[in-house]
Structures are given as structure tokens and as C-alpha cells.
């Protein structure tokens, strides 16, 4: 049940993804093409458009999900199997959602720094924070799911918050280069 949960919820949040990455790669051949003139007020122009867009997508996602997140999940949990065990899909589901929705706004500005640098050449950094935002997903589901050094027994719930945590984390490092770098 908790690994079906998340496979659903997971399925609702690749579409989520796909339509970020269409809205942000848009805007960011636009970005790409300013830099390529030396135009950095283009480019910073177009980071602001990234940014309204992809909260905008955010914005209509967390209310879609907190509104209908039950109908969404049901979708996929259609079938000939034991209503009991949907029960129990469903309500993992619901847990793992309602904690991943925390992530998904960070998970955008990451994509808008990470994309804006890129666009500007800069490929090291974001490889760099993506790199390390797994790495502490990997240690945080560890600790969160299974309740080592001394946290809790979390479960897929465990595994929602390192997910959040690791995309706060990799926001927090392209936030700094960005605005810290020469």
C-alpha cells in the first residue's frame, strides 16, 4: 500500500513536472537568446516571467491537488482490486501529497535559477545542487522512513519530507551562487 501511494502520487507529480519544464523552457529560450546579445536586462526580465509562470502552474497545482488530490489519486486506482486495499493506497497517498505540496514551490525557483544559468552557461552549479539535493534525499529518506538517529519511524511520509528538505536545499544553494557569485 505505502509504495503503491507513492507510485500514484508520484504519477500526479510527473505531470506537474512536465508542465513546469514546458512553461519554464518557453521562456527559456528567450533567456538564452538575451544573454547571447549581452542583454542582461532581458535576461533578468525573463527570470521574472519564469518565476510569475511557474507559481502560477504551482498556485493551480496546490489548489488542484488540495481541492480534488482524492479524485486525482482514485484515478489511478481504478480496477478490479480489494476496496480495502485501495482504502489503504489512498490514504498513503493522501499523506505522501499533502507533505510533497510543501516542495513543490521550492522545486520551481530551483528549476528557474537552475534554467537561468544554464541558459547563461553555467553548467557546474545546478549539476552541483541537483547532485547534492539526491544526496540529501538519500540520507533523509534513511533517517525519516526507517527512524534512525533517533527521529521518528516516518515512513512514506518520512520519504515525502526528505523529498521537500532536499528541494529547499538545492534552492538554498542556487539562491546563494546566484546572488553571491562574481
Known amino acids: 500500500a505505502q509504495m503503491s501511494g507513492v507510485a500514484v502520487t508520484n504519477q500526479l507529480m510527473f505531470v506537474f513536472n512536465l508542465t513546469v519544464f514546458g512553461v519554464l523552457s518557453g521562456a527559456g529560450i528567450f533567456g538564452a537568446q538575451f544573454y547571447g546579445a549581452g542583454d542582461m536586462k532581458g535576461v533578468r526580465n525573463i527570470f521574472r516571467i519564469k518565476i510569475w509562470l511557474g507559481m502560477l502552474v504551482t498556485a493551480a497545482a ?4 488540495t481541492a480534488k488530490g482524492h479524485a486525482l489519486i482514485a484515478v489511478y486506482l481504478k480496477g478490479e482490486g480489494e476496496k480495502g486495499l485501495a482504502d489503504l493506497i489512498m490514504g498513503e497517498a493522501g499523506g505522501y501529497l499533502g507533505i510533497l505540496l510543501w516542495g513543490l514551490a521550492p522545486f520551481v525557483l530551483a528549476q528557474c535559477y537552475s534554467g537561468t544559468m ?3 552557461g553555467e553548467m557546474q552549479v545546478p549539476m552541483r545542487a541537483g547532485v547534492l539535493a ?5 540520507i533523509g529518506n534513511w533517517v525519516l522512513i526507517y527512524g534512525h538517529l533517533g527521529c521518528p519511524e516516518m515512513g512514506v511520509r518520512g520519504a515525502a519530507l526528505a523529498t521537500v528538505i532536499s ?3 538545492e534552492l538554498g544553494i542556487l539562491v546563494y ?3 553571491h557569485s562574481e
Not at 496546490?62 to 491537488?65: D, H, Q, W
Not at 539526491?134 to 538519500?138: E, T
Open 62 to 65: 496546490v489548489i488542484l491537488c
Open 118 to 120: 544554464r541558459e547563461a
Open 167 to 169: 528541494r529547499y536545499v
Open 177 to 179: 551562487t546566484a546572488h
Open 134 to 138: 539526491v544526496i540529501v534525499n538519500l
